[in-house]
């Protein structure tokens, strides 16, 4: 086996504060990185194309690093990674929807994305006008007695459209083939030759739920790339927004978890608590969600002496009100009757996977990206990252409750130590061509982006790549052997993103 | 929970006690939105629900709707399952090409008479994403669009107000879909 190509690693600090250069390597090297992600040596963050290339990001995780590979593709095609390393293969077949790049000897050749209705392909290579494609093959389903049901991509609820196969004997579930791509907006190509501005507004409508998440991951990767210096205070502002945002999300995750296990109090209990941090949100940054408020270059709004008091305030209340909503949850049988057990993610899968959050948190997999590639503001506050074993929705809730409570904490360390100061410095394009990266830790879990900016500061290419990538695959893992009625449960203690996931 | 059961029954509801910015405002809009939904449609108003592609910005704010500060059922309006159980369709995000059809297919699906309301900014025209290849264009690219309420998202009030809005006009002689 070929060895294994000397790559440039890099170190949380050192890739935040400079621009950032994948190794080139050759095809054989390149299939022998996906042999050491196989073996686990590496956890992959991400497989993207570019013109002419694929790209993936590793991190090793016991040096506390990363690096990205480059492979040629100049020929259309490159040596798939997913055949060797699962994990990779939805990122193949994305990639090779939009690029019209073919991974070499993949398991799976139909299309992701695509869906067969854009009016052209590889949009973002070729762009060939659209051929008509075969309908969608489901994976073949062979057994005794078994039937199938197809569930949307309309769903019930408020929520996002998405397509599930589910094979079912009697009321087992043997398999889940997932099928998404419905909300695919094409933001890789809106991105392409857009301005900062441009790029910063795209990337905080990716998913909704983290546009601060994916709004600093995109700011990391600008000011990496053109060596911008952050003030501190804008530093200590995006961790307060962060640490709302995930507050927000997780309280509403786990009042809703519980209503899908026909347990309404808690969603209306936790329901009034999520409401108050939007509204806190919206008296301290001028917006619900927070939204277009982390730019390149810092913030674009101040916290004034008012707004620390609503977040103070806010905190004070939650600390109040939630160890009884805690205590409801633990001593509350029938619900544990549904959640403990069920939604089973081994934890062998949530490594090989990379998964991110409470996914991967649940299963033992002790990553957070807050303290193993840290960033400003959190290499200065305390963080303990909850880890559980139990690997099934019950331990999905614990997880998010534990965080509630660090997200308190968080939040008190930085208000007490909040630097004065600008909040936003200026973003000048350096005259050469730049690349930076940006990994952000969101309340689903990491989320990645890379750019490459042309000598002017527009945008070459811009990958985001959603935790959802890797979480998704196991949601068809965890529902294997429960129930079907269980599945609205399993899917909500995952949460994943369709739109974050479908671009 | 036995606590929380009796906390619910002793305590005033939360919809009154927790002061709002514009507690006026929102209380005069709960007022003219029973009044006028009553007369109109009886007390109720089916609402059935589709994501035609957004960031899941709108929808957060949809869900919102149902906690104990907004408390959207109070007015006689509910989110319900199924298109043939609908009187109104919300519809939220550019419209993707890749949701066009399911889109077209739930409108199709309601029986009339039957509104749609179009949320957000994106489903206006297509908002930040309006020049994709992958995407169709506002709602009213697909379905017939009765009202816009514009926002990014809009918030639960504006939601509120809008849906006020829509059925004022039901009275008015606005022809439905
Ligand atoms: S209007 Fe804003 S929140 Fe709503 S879908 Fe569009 S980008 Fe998302």
């Given at each position: 086996?070929?060895?294994?190509?000397?790559?440039?690693?890099t170190?949380s600090?050192d890739f935040r504060?400079a621009p950032f250069s994948a190794?080139?390597?050759?095809?054989?090297?390149?299939?022998?990185?996906?042999?050491?992600?196989?073996?686990?040596?590496?956890?992959?963050l991400s497989?993207?194309?570019?013109?002419?290339?694929?790209?993936?990001a590793?991190?090793?995780?016991?040096?506390?690093?990363v690096a990205v590979?480059?492979?040629?593709?100049?020929?259309?095609?490159?040596?798939?990674?997913?055949?060797?390393?699962?994990?990779?293969?939805?990122?193949?077949?994305?990639?090779?929807?939009?690029?019209?790049?073919?991974?070499?000897?993949?398991?799976?050749?139909?299309?992701?994305?695509?869906?067969?209705?854009?009016?052209?392909?590889?949009?973002?290579?070729?762009?060939?006008?659209?051929?008509?494609?075969?309908?969608?093959?489901?994976?073949?389903?062979?057994?005794?007695?078994?039937?199938?049901?197809?569930?949307?991509?309309?769903?019930?609820?408020?929520?996002?459209?998405?397509?599930?196969?589910?094979?079912?004997?009697?009321?087992?579930?043997?398999?889940?083939?997932?099928?998404?791509?419905?909300?695919?907006?094409?933001?890789?190509?809106?991105?392409?030759?857009?301005?900062?501005?441009?790029?910063?507004?795209?990337?905080?409508?990716?998913?909704?739920?983290?546009?601060?998440?994916?709004?600093?991951a995109?700011?990391q990767a600008v000011e990496a790339a053109?060596?911008?210096?952050?003030?501190?205070?804008?530093?200590?502002?995006?961790?307060?927004?962060?640490?709302?945002?995930?507050?927000?999300?997780?309280?509403?995750?786990?009042?809703?978890?519980?209503?899908?296990?026909?347990?309404?109090?808690?969603?209306?209990?936790?329901?009034?608590?999520?409401?108050?941090?939007?509204?806190?949100?919206?008296?301290?940054?001028?917006?619900?969600?927070?939204?277009?408020?982390?730019?390149?270059?810092?913030?674009?709004?101040?916290?004034?002496?008012?707004?620390?008091?609503?977040?103070?305030?806010?905190?004070?209340?939650?600390?109040?009100?939630?160890?009884?909503?805690?205590?409801?949850?633990?001593?509350?049988?029938?619900?544990?009757?549904?959640?403990?057990?069920?939604?089973?993610?081994?934890?062998?899968?949530?490594?090989?996977?990379?998964?991110?959050?409470?996914?991967?948190?649940?299963?033992?997999?002790?990553?957070?990206?807050?303290?193993?590639l840290?960033?400003?503001?959190?290499?200065?506050?305390?963080?303990?990252?909850?880890?559980?074993?139990?690997?099934?929705?019950?331990?999905?809730?614990?997880?998010?409750?534990?965080?509630?409570?660090?997200?308190?904490?968080?939040?008190?360390?930085?208000?007490?130590?909040?630097?004065?100061?600008?909040?936003?410095?200026?973003?000048?394009?350096?005259?050469?061509?730049?690349a930076g990266l940006g990994l952000?830790?969101?309340?689903?879990?990491?989320?990645l982006a890379w750019l490459a900016?042309?000598?002017?500061?527009?945008?070459?290419?811009?990958h985001?790549?959603?935790?959802?990538?890797?979480?998704?695959?196991?949601?068809?893992?965890?529902?294997?052997?429960?129930?079907?009625?269980?599945?609205?449960?399993?899917?909500?203690?995952?949460?994943?993103?369709?739109?974050?996931?479908?671009? | 929970?036995?606590?929380?059961?009796?906390?619910?029954?002793?305590?005033?509801?939360?919809?009154?006690?927790?002061?709002?910015?514009?507690?006026?405002?929102?209380?005069?809009?709960?007022?003219?939105?029973?009044?006028?939904?009553?007369?109109?449609?009886?007390?109720?108003?089916?609402?059935?629900?589709?994501?035609?592609?957004?960031?899941?910005?709108?929808?957060?704010?949809?869900?919102?709707?149902?906690?104990?500060?907004?408390?959207?059922?109070?007015?006689?309006?509910?989110?319900?399952?199924?298109?043939?159980?609908?009187?109104?369709?919300?519809?939220?995000?550019?419209?993707?090409?890749?949701?066009?059809?399911?889109?077209?297919?739930?409108?199709?699906?309601?029986?009339?008479?039957?509104?749609?309301?179009?949320?957000?900014?994106?489903?206006?025209?297509?908002?930040?994403?309006?020049?994709?290849?992958?995407?169709?264009?506002?709602?009213?690219?697909?379905?017939?669009?009765?009202?816009?309420?514009?926002?990014?998202?809009?918030?639960?009030?504006?939601?509120?107000?809008?849906?006020?809005?829509?059925?004022?006009?039901?009275?008015?002689?606005?022809?439905?879909?």
């Amino acid at each position: 086996m070929t060895k294994l190509p000397d790559l440039t690693w890099t170190r949380s600090r050192d890739f935040r504060a400079a621009p950032f250069s994948a190794t080139p390597v050759r095809p054989s090297e390149w299939t022998a990185l996906a042999h050491a992600l196989s073996a686990g040596h590496f956890t992959l963050l991400s497989l993207w194309a570019e013109e002419g290339a694929a790209c993936m990001a590793l991190h090793d995780a016991d040096a506390r690093r990363v690096a990205v590979a480059r492979v040629d593709a100049a020929t259309g095609a490159f040596p798939s990674v997913g055949v060797h390393h699962a994990p990779a293969q939805r990122l193949e077949r994305a990639a090779a929807d939009l690029f019209g790049l073919t991974p070499e000897g993949a398991a799976d050749a139909r299309p992701w994305l695509d869906h067969g209705r854009w009016g052209i392909r590889h949009p973002l290579g070729g762009a060939s006008p659209d051929a008509a494609q075969p309908p969608y093959a489901f994976l073949p389903v062979e057994g005794d007695s078994l039937h199938q049901v197809p569930v949307g991509p309309v769903h019930a609820g408020i929520i996002e459209p998405g397509h599930f196969r589910f094979t079912a004997q009697g009321e087992t579930v043997v398999r889940l083939e997932e099928r998404l791509g419905y909300t695919h907006k094409g933001i890789d190509r809106l991105m392409r030759g857009a301005s900062l501005a441009r790029g910063a507004e795209l990337a905080g409508r990716t998913s909704g739920d983290s546009t601060v998440a994916y709004s600093v991951a995109f700011a990391q990767a600008v000011e990496a790339a053109l060596s911008v210096a952050v003030p501190r205070r804008a530093f200590a502002l995006r961790g307060l927004m962060a640490e709302l945002e995930r507050l927000a999300n997780h309280l509403g995750d786990i009042g809703g978890i519980c209503n899908d296990a026909a347990f309404a109090m808690m969603l209306a209990q936790t329901g009034i608590l999520r409401e108050n941090v939007l509204r806190a949100a919206h008296a301290a940054f001028g917006h619900r969600f927070m939204r277009d408020r982390v730019v390149p270059g810092g913030v674009a709004v101040d916290l004034d002496a008012e707004g620390e008091a609503v977040i103070k305030a806010l905190i004070a209340d939650i600390r109040d009100r939630f160890p009884s909503l805690v205590e409801l949850y633990d001593t509350t049988a029938s619900l544990m009757d549904r959640t403990v057990g069920t939604g089973h993610v081994a934890p062998d899968l949530a490594r090989r996977f990379g998964a991110g959050g409470y996914v991967g948190r649940a299963s033992g997999r002790d990553f957070d990206t807050r303290r193993d590639l840290r960033y400003a503001p959190y290499d200065m506050l305390r963080l303990e990252v909850p880890v559980r074993h139990e690997c099934d929705v019950n331990a999905r809730v614990w997880i998010r409750i534990r965080e509630v409570e660090h997200c308190c904490s968080l939040i008190t360390q930085m208000l007490n130590a909040l630097p004065t100061g600008p909040v936003l410095t200026e973003v000048a394009p350096v005259g050469e061509p730049r690349a930076g990266l940006g990994l952000v830790e969101g309340f689903r879990g990491d989320i990645l982006a890379w750019l490459a900016l042309d000598a002017e500061g527009r945008i070459n290419r811009c990958h985001m790549r959603d935790p959802s990538w890797f979480q998704w695959p196991l949601l068809e893992a965890a529902i294997e052997g429960n129930i079907i009625a269980d599945f609205p449960l399993c899917n909500k203690s995952f949460n994943c993103s369709y739109s974050g996931h479908d671009l | 929970m036995r606590r929380y059961l009796l906390e619910g029954l002793m305590r005033r509801p939360l919809t009154e006690t927790a002061p709002l910015p514009d507690a006026d405002a929102q209380d005069q809009l709960a007022a003219a939105f029973a009044r006028t939904v009553r007369t109109k449609l009886g007390r109720s108003l089916a609402i059935r629900h589709v994501d035609a592609g957004s960031c899941n910005g709108c929808e957060l704010e949809l869900q919102a709707l149902s906690n104990p500060f907004y408390d959207l059922e109070r007015f006689g309006l509910h989110f319900v399952a199924s298109p043939r159980h609908a009187d109104v369709l919300t519809v939220t995000g550019p419209v993707t090409h890749n949701m066009a059809e399911a889109l077209r297919r739930t409108y199709d699906a309601m029986p009339s008479p039957k509104w749609v309301i179009a949320i957000g900014d994106c489903a206006k025209c297509g908002g930040c994403f309006a020049d994709s290849y992958a995407v169709a264009g506002g709602v009213d690219a697909v379905v017939p669009v009765d009202l816009h309420i514009p926002g990014c998202a809009p918030d639960p009030t504006a939601l509120l107000k809008g849906m006020v809005a829509l059925v004022e006009r039901m009275g008015s002689g606005a022809e439905p879909n």
